[in-house]
């Protein structure tokens, strides 16, 4: 079946500018994940949805970081009055409730800010 | 918090041969999973295996296997008869069960199989 996809692959945006990610998770899984990549602080947990409860925001670097998932499914990742240091590689990953230790990553997008 | 870390940046090591990457992590957690993940330049990030905390056994899949000391708080990798297709980064990965069970990853390690 179809994996995890995201939109777009490449972002190349300027300083001040809003930018949206999307996911589009595995079919059937409840969980989704956002996580960061970045050079200088490595991997990170950014959000978690999981079906219909409220989502865990702890790793939301600042408010200009926003997430949603419409009708459990598809997630956005909003960046407002984006900086240069959130350019970074924005990766997704769902997994079914029962087997959340088992994320399956998207592609990522690589998010450049100039 | 948890924290991962991996002590080696880079490594290589010639094809056919047999590599172990580090890890080490700090936790008060009793229940969790233990991870590794392999990125190649495509980004994708791959499972490679997975120890569950309560297992004494150590996972093995194929030409991977862990050594999970638990007391010690270490999480090995070792990869024999490395094949080119093993280049990528390593990512050592913690998860506590229960809660949004999110994954707390190493910085990584460069493992570059040479011919």
């Known amino acids: 079946g179809a994996g995890v996809s995201q939109s777009p692959s490449n972002k190349v945006t300027e300083k001040g500018k809003d930018v949206e990610l999307r996911c589009d998770p595995i079919s059937g899984h409840t969980a989704l994940y956002w996580y960061r990549q970045s050079l200088g602080q490595g991997l990170e947990f950014l959000i978690y949805?999981?079906?219909?409860?409220?989502?865990?925001k702890s790793g939301l670097p600042s408010d200009r970081f926003s997430a949603e998932r419409t009708g459990g499914s598809v997630s956005t990742l909003t960046i407002q009055r984006t900086q240069q240091e959130d350019s970074a590689v924005y990766l997704c990953a769902s997994s079914t409730r029962g087997l959340r230790y088992e994320q399956y990553f998207g592609p990522g997008t690589r998010l450049t800010v100039t | 918090a948890q924290t991962v870390t991996q002590s080696q940046p880079e490594m290589s090591v010639q094809e056919a041969e047999t590599v172990t990457l580090s890890c080490t992590y700090d936790?008060?957690?009793?229940?969790?999973?233990l991870f590794w993940y392999k990125q190649p330049p495509s980004r994708q990030m791959i499972l490679v295996i997975r120890?569950?905390?309560?297992?004494?056994q150590n996972a093995t899949e194929n030409r991977f296997s862990v050594n999970f000391q638990k007391a010690a708080k270490s999480f090995s990798l070792k990869i024999s008869d490395s094949q080119l297709g093993d280049t990528a980064m390593y990512f050592c990965?913690?998860?506590?069960?229960?809660?949004?069970?999110?994954?707390?990853f190493g910085k990584g390690t460069k493992l570059t199989v040479n011919p």
């Open positions: 936790t008060s957690e009793n229940n969790y999973y």
């Open positions: 120890q569950e905390a309560y297992k004494q």
């Open positions: 990965a913690f998860m506590k069960q229960g809660g949004s069970e999110k994954l707390v």
């Open positions: 949805f999981q079906g219909n409860s409220a989502p865990d």
